[in-house]
């Protein structure tokens, strides 16, 4: 069964209310079929973008989650109020909540634990920094970070990975389609020895760093990348749409 492509954009800490409606509004009235497009929005404004592209194709998103059942943690947000609202997917492991944020690998693999265990659909976020790709860790590094991940995760419909190097992001740097290619065979592979090939077979393996109009297609094309996680290029509606395009 072919996978059906997934893009979704990575609003991180933009847009103010208004603009984050009118942005939905774009996006949900340009949505092609035969491509899943997402988007994940900043917390407070996930109720009112719900209600933007209510009915439309697009997947409402979260971009983080809390592990522990509604109670007593300050500030936190958990899995249920997302669902609440009506969130159909979130990420973890992004690498700003990585390494800016401070995320251990075992608070990462706790969310993801519970955003899956929710009846969310999981983007699980790995890669490697720069040093150690040039240090010829960048397979060992996503081995590791996948392995956040459990065979608990029994349905891959609902398991996305995204690939995104760090030093591709936002910097305007991004793989090469031969790198990204080689990376997402291997998460493919590593994904096969963890679970099984034929559930690897069905899991989205998404690439994410300045990702744009003009090398979508390259990338997309890759036998292995199966969508994108998009970050600047997805505010604004065009731009984000002629991703998702490039994806059908
Ligand atoms: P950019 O597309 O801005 O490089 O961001 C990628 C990203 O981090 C998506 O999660």
């Known amino acids: ?39 994940a ?4 404004y996930i109720d009112a973008v719900g209600q933007a592209i209510a009915g439309s ?11 522990e059942k509604p109670g007593a943690f300050t500030g936190e947000i958990s899995v249920d109020m997302l ?29 993801a634990h519970a ?17 150690q790709r040039d240090g010829n860790k960048t397979l060992e590094v996503c081995k590791a970070q996948l392995h956040e991940l459990s065979s608990k995760m029994d349905d891959p419909d609902r398991l996305v990975v995204a690939y995104e190097p760090v030093w591709a992001i936002g910097t305007g740097r991004t793989a090469t389609d031969a790198q990204a290619q080689e990376v997402h065979a291997f998460i493919r592979a590593e994904l096969g020895r963890m679970f099984s090939t034929d559930y690897a077979a069905r899991v989205r393996i998404q690439y994410g760093g300045s990702m744009k109009p003009d090398n979508a297609k ?28 490039a994806g059908k």
């Open 1 to 39: 069964m072919a996978r059906i492509k997934f893009i979704a954009g990575n609003w991180k800490m933009n847009t103010t209310k208004a603009v984050a409606v009118e942005l939905a509004k774009g996006v949900a009235k340009g949505a092609p079929d035969g491509v899943q497009a997402g988007v």
């Open 41 to 44: 929005v900043p917390f407070v």
């Open 57 to 67: 194709k697009v997947l409402l998103g979260a971009q983080d989650a809390y592990f």
């Open 83 to 111: 669902k609440d609202l009506g969130v159909k997917f979130c990420l973890t492991g992004h690498s700003e909540r990585r390494h800016v944020i401070g995320e251990s690998p075992e608070l990462i693999s706790k969310k």
């Open 115 to 131: 955003i899956y265990g929710a009846g969310l659909i999981l983007v699980h976020c790995i890669g490697e920094k720069l040093e």
């Open 218 to 245: 390259g990338l997309m094309s890759q036998p292995d990348v199966d969508g994108g996680l998009i970050g600047g290029a997805a505010l604004k509606a065009d731009q984000f749409l002629a991703i998702v395009n």
